[in-house]
Structures are given as C-alpha cells and as structure tokens.
C-alpha cells in the first residue's frame, strides 16, 4: 500500500507511462488485499500532477436519464 500511494508522475512524464507503472503496482496485491476503488482513485489523483488531476478530482455529474 505504502508504494502505491508513493508513487507521483515526474513532470515531463507521459500520463500512458504513469498508468502502466500503477497498474503494475496494482496487479501485485492479492485479490483479498486489493485497496478499494475509492483508495485507488485516491492514489491515483494524488500522484498526479496539479494540472492534470483537476480533471480526476472533479466531481461526476450525471446529464442523461
């Protein structure tokens, strides 16, 4: 849990890059111990830069019913 909520994108990073570096990080959990969608979303957010996480952080707005 400690190396997922580590990781960060460096700034020049390409977000493609970053996601299969978390994904890697996320296939070594267990399925018991796989951190819940909340705290994936979580780290995921903090780990990226300001610029492109306000697009992540924001939140869902449903338009169709």
């Known amino acids: ?25 996320l296939n070594k959990f267990k399925y018991e111990t796989m951190p819940t969608h909340e705290l994936q979303i979580e ?5 990226l830069l300001s610029p492109i996480s306000i697009f992540v952080k924001r939140v869902g707005k449903i338009t169709l019913h």
């Open 1 to 25: 849990m400690i190396k997922l909520f580590s990781l960060v994108t460096g700034p020049k990073e390409r977000v493609k890059y970053f996601n299969q570096m978390f994904t890697m990080v």
């Open 43 to 47: 780290a995921y957010a903090n780990a």
